[in-house]
């Protein structure tokens, strides 16, 4: 096999991870958001020092972060079979580990929001609420923006982390870029598969590194 059909066949391999990554980020960003905001939660039922919503996201952040990755993918494709005799199709691959990733990066995001929001000086909110401004139109308008210029390195470095741990899927057998290196070097017994893959996944750290510095650049906007 000359070189061209080994980076043609890891090319294949690369889009599934581009999928995976692309697939993560949208749904884990937000949902990263939103679980901060119940780990930040100060609702107790009937006016009492129980906090149900504080207590279920330090749960779910505890084990996300807590338990491996890998052992997560396989929880979710596996789960469903074991626990509920629902049969496993290979289509459910790509969604099995679009879910797992999605909820583990959600628990990390949610720590980063919710260092950056409760960094935000008390002071601005009371500014807010002189102003006029709604407790929404003060988060969304003027804590926001701030929070996401604050944590956008944290942000970087977990995005970056995401790119490498794509190749984790491989446990589930689909077929992104690691999958598919790990298919041909045994195919071929041929080391120049894993070198591909691994000047891959650099060039598209690359990319993405560079893309965030460009972010950050252009949100400081008073330097």
Not at 13 to 42: C, E, N, Q, W, Y
């Amino acid at each position: 096999m000359t070189i061209q059909n080994i980076i043609s066949q890891l090319g294949e391999g690369m889009l599934k991870t581009i999928l995976l990554f692309v697939s993560t980020l949208v749904i884990a960003l937000p949902l990263g958001l939103i679980v901060s905001f119940g780990r930040m939660s100060k609702w107790a039922p009937f006016g009492g020092k129980f906090k149900p919503i504080r207590l279920l996201t330090q749960v779910y952040i505890s084990i996300m972060r807590g338990t491996p990755l890998m052992l997560q993918i396989m929880v979710v494709y596996f789960g469903p079979y074991y626990l509920f005799g629902i049969k496993i199709s290979t289509s459910y691959q790509i969604y099995a580990a679009i879910i797992a990733f999605a909820i583990n990066y959600a628990a990390y995001f949610a720590e980063i929001y919710r260092g950056g929001i409760e960094s935000m000086p008390v002071g601005q909110y009371e500014a807010a609420k002189i102003l006029g401004f709604t407790k929404t139109q003060t988060f969304f308008r003027i804590i926001l923006p701030q929070v996401m210029k604050r944590i956008l390195p944290s942000i970087t470095n977990e995005v970056i982390t995401l790119v490498k741990d794509t190749s984790l899927a491989f446990v589930i057998a689909y077929a992104e870029m690691f999958t598919m290196a790990k298919r041909i070097a045994a195919k071929e017994t041929s080391m120049i598969p894993f070198v591909a893959a691994g000047i891959f996944y650099y060039i598209f750290n690359l990319v993405v590194a560079v893309v965030m510095n460009r972010i950050e650049k252009k949100m400081s906007y008073y330097r």
